[in-house]
């Protein structure tokens, strides 16, 4: 197996499943769908089933048996090894202590929000503003839910995270539609069109 595949970001969120419980392909790949809206886009059944097969070669985790629910095919249970847990707490603790550059597409785009002129770049922002609140509301609300049903708030500090990260994003989006329309933000004058020399000939 390349050793790309234990590059791969997800490895660290599968030992981190695996931690939790041990779990075949099939069921880590719902969960990491269902906890994490960039997993949901990126990981696929077979780039999934590559870094499980990648990790076992590892010897970082290890077949357990095999189940069966209802009519559907037999599933290979993987736990984690001794060895899994300990490249988990590696990772973990490099990934929390260093800062990374991510590249986002809206970091992309707003390199060249000048584009859209004033009039543009104030409604794409304030759309997105919306977006970004109503968006924060409804994960406040599943993580209070959370909460009182008595999740612990170690389990779910990520979604604290997710939800700073989104408040702080729309506080900075707000602000910089404050200083388009206040003019503090100001876009440069469009450079003059060439002027077409006359031809002597004609």
């Excluded at 992309?108 to 968006?135: C, F, M, T």
């Excluded at 004058?189 to 000939?201: K, Y």
């Amino acid at each position: 197996m390349p050793r790309r595949a234990l590059d791969n970001p997800i490895v660290t969120a599968v030992l981190g499943l695996l931690l939790e419980q041990p779990s075949h392909p099939h069921r880590m790949l719902a969960e990491l769908r269902e906890r994490s809206a960039h997993h949901a886009a990126a990981v696929t059944r077979g780039t999934l089933y590559n870094t499980v097969a990648a990790l076992v070669g590892a010897g970082w985790v290890e077949e357990q048996g095999r189940q069966r629910e209802g009519n559907r095919p037999e599933r290979t249970v993987y736990a984690l090894t001794a060895a899994g847990r300990a490249e988990l707490v590696r990772r973990l603790d490099a990934e929390i202590r260093t800062p990374q550059r991510e590249f986002s597409a809206f970091l992309g785009a707003v390199s060249y929000v000048g584009a859209l002129g004033p009039r543009g770049a104030a409604e794409a922002l304030a759309e997105r503003g919306r977006r970004l609140r109503r968006r924060t509301a409804e994960d406040e609300a599943r993580l209070a839910a959370a909460l009182a049903a008595g999740v612990p708030r170690l389990y779910v500090v990520e979604a604290e995270y997710a939800i700073g990260l989104a408040r702080a994003e729309a506080a900075w989006v707000e602000g910089v539609i404050d200083d388009i329309r206040s003019g503090a933000l100001a876009w440069p004058a469009p450079a003059p069109a060439p002027v077409e020399e006359e031809d002597p000939s004609a």
